[in-house]
């Protein structure tokens, strides 16, 4: 039987916003997250994708409702839960092998360990021959392959990732899905994707949890059930697949009924 590793239940997110008013970004929402599943958040701009995935980071309190990693609550921040933002985070008097040591340093492991971990994390994102480089002579997707490699060699239980590729060009992009999808299989973390970009949901999800905007509410849970037991591993595999078109098409109503609204 499946295994629910993250459980979101009935969580609601209100802002208070000057001169009393208020505004309720997130409403009673409920979703699970599989274990060693990829659990894309997919909706318009405005419909709460972000305050969901910085709620479940610890980022940002809920209103009310529950979320719970193996049963307990969530109240902050934690090692097993590792954030991969947009903008890219490496510190750029670093080395690349130092930037995915740093966290590890931080958490007490010893340098030998260290070493090999992060030797091995950078192998898996495709940079082993620029562990001794310094970021800021890397390009956008290799800066953004550091960032994942260091918060995966923190071994975190659950990968969270907002528009991670936003920034990145169309080519390398879909080089970066398509590392995703080496790295779910490889590691077997768990991981939640933020994105507007219904193609890359559809390659990336084993589950698609669609939101509605204001407030973000849950419209529909979409499971690409055209796509083979085992995971695509490319994108033009995807495209060939019959039923394809059939989910981005539902996918793209979906979301100018929301843009109507
Ligand atoms: N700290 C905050 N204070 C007040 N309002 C906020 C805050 N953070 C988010 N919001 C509001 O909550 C709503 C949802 O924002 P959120 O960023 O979660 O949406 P999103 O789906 O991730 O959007 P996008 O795709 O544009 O990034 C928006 O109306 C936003 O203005």
């Known amino acids: 039987m499946s295994q629910h590793l993250l459980q979101i239940n009935n969580v609601s997110k209100t802002f208070a916003l000057s001169k009393g008013r208020s505004l309720t970004a997130v409403d009673d929402v409920s979703f699970a997250v599989e274990k060693g599943s990829i659990c894309v958040l997919l909706g318009p701009s405005g419909s709460g994708k972000s305050t969901i995935l910085r709620m479940i980071a610890g980022l940002e309190a809920q209103s009310s409702g529950t979320i719970a990693l ?9 090692r097993e839960r590792g954030m991969v933002f947009q903008a890219y985070t490496s510190f750029d008097w670093m080395s690349v092998g130092k930037n995915v040591e740093f966290g590890m340093k931080i958490n007490g492991v010893p340098a030998k360990e260290r070493r090999e971990r992060a030797a091995h994390f ?3 994102v495709g940079l082993s021959k620029f562990i ?3 970021p800021s002579q890397l390009s956008g997707g290799m800066r953004q392959r550091v960032a994942i490699a260091r918060t995966l ?3 975190p239980e659950v990968l969270l990732m907002d528009e991670p590729f ?15 999808i080496e790295v779910a299989e490889a590691s077997g973390t768990t991981m939640i994707i933020v994105t507007h970009d219904i193609e890359e949901a559809i390659f990336l ?3 698609i949890v669609f939101l509605s905007s204001h407030p973000g509410r849950i419209k529909e849970e979409i499971i690409p059930e055209f796509k083979p037991a085992k995971r695509i591993r490319n994108k033009e595999e995807l495209l ?3 039923g394809y078109i059939d989910i981005e098409r539902k996918i793209m109503r979906m979301m100018r009924e929301e843009g109507q609204h």
């Open 153 to 155: 060699a923190n071994a």
């Open 70 to 78: 193996k049963g307990a609550q969530i109240d902050g921040p934690a």
């Open 122 to 124: 950078i192998g898996l």
């Open 166 to 180: 936003g920034a990145l060009d169309a080519e390398t992009r879909w080089q970066m899905q398509e590392l995703m």
């Open 132 to 134: 001794d480089t310094y």
């Open 240 to 242: 060939e697949c019959p």
């Open 205 to 207: 999800a084993d589950k």
